[in-house]
Structure formats: structure tokens, C-alpha cells
């Protein structure tokens, strides 16, 4: 089991990205976490953005699992199996995780958890699960595939849709 959250104040703040708590994916299987959330507060542009796919194939582009945000002070990423073993854990900002295990297993869905403190002060709280790619999976349609080289914090999801340069291969 992974250690639950516990937080005496928490203010979650929902930006209405891709991966959400507690929310049924149609392609991803469904994670629960014990993180809630929350309308974001009037005045705060803090933006916190997870994509939903990375590929650690050394190429430079999307090759680390890492939120992204900005007016963001700090961080709290957590990568799980679908066992709920921790794979990564960090509070460095701007850190991730390069999609291998301390025992080398490379993991095709992972699952995370984010706790972050907004510039205004306000907990920012998302969980949600990810795919690690070599190619794409039958089944999987390539615009729903959000990658880290979309956000954009000026869009209101967070990313810009279908304008990722990651090329993948069909799965044979």
C-alpha cells in the first residue's frame, strides 16, 4: 500500500487538464488517489499541468515524466506502480522521473499524485496515471496523448492540443 497524503489544510485547485482525481479515463485505467479537488480562487493564475505520455528514448524530447507549471513556489511528485509501490518521489523543483525503476523494470502505465503551493499560497492538488511509450498502443487514438513539450500556461487546459513533435510508431 502507499502511504496516504495527509494534509490538515488542503485547498485543491482544479485546472481543468487532461488527467484528473478521481475521474474514470477512457483509455487509461482508472486510479484512485486520496487527493480532491477544488474550483481554483479568484486571482490565482497558478497553473499546473501533467501530461498523460512520455517517451524515454533519449531523444531529448518528452524523455522525463515531470509536471509543469508556472506561479508554482512548491512541489510534491509521486510516481506509483499499478501495485501502488513507489517508483519516484521528489519535492525539487523542476525534477522528474526518467521511466525506469530502481530494479531496471520499465513500466508501460504508471500513476502519480502532485501537491503543489500556488505564488498566492493556495495547495494545489492532481493525481492521475500516464503512459510510458515506445510506440503507440492499439486502441490509443495519438490526440489523446498529451506530451510535456504542449503545455502552454496561457491556454485555460494547460496545453495546446494536436502540436506535440513527438514521432511515434504503431505497436506491432
Not at 493564475?45 to 501530461?51: E, G, K, M, S, T
Not at 528514448?57 to 499499478?82: A, Q
Not at 495547495?123 to 486502441?139: D, E, F, N
Amino acid at each position: 500500500m502507499r502511504p496516504a497524503i495527509q494534509l490538515t489544510t488542503l485547498l485543491v485547485i482544479t485546472l481543468f487538464l487532461f488527467s484528473r482525481c478521481n475521474k474514470d479515463d477512457d483509455f487509461l485505467p482508472s486510479w484512485k488517489c486520496n487527493l480532491q479537488e477544488q474550483e481554483l480562487p479568484a486571482g490565482d493564475n497558478a497553473r499546473l499541468f501533467v501530461p498523460n505520455a512520455f517517451t524515454p528514448n533519449g531523444d531529448g524530447l518528452n524523455d522525463i515524466f515531470v509536471p509543469l507549471y508556472s506561479s508554482v513556489t512548491h512541489i510534491n511528485f509521486t510516481v506509483y506502480d499499478n501495485q501502488g509501490n513507489v517508483l519516484f518521489q521528489t519535492s525539487e523543483r523542476g525534477k522528474g522521473w526518467d521511466g525506469l525503476s530502481k530494479s531496471g523494470t520499465q513500466y508501460t502505465i504508471i500513476h502519480y499524485a502532485v501537491e503543489a503551493v500556488s505564488a498566492a499560497g493556495n495547495r494545489i492538488a492532481r493525481c492521475g496515471s500516464a503512459y510510458r511509450l515506445q510506440c503507440v498502443p492499439k486502441g490509443v487514438l495519438r490526440n489523446n496523448l498529451i506530451f510535456s513539450d504542449q503545455f502552454d500556461p496561457a491556454m485555460p487546459e494547460g496545453y495546446l492540443k494536436n502540436t506535440t513533435r513527438e514521432q511515434l510508431p504503431d505497436c506491432q
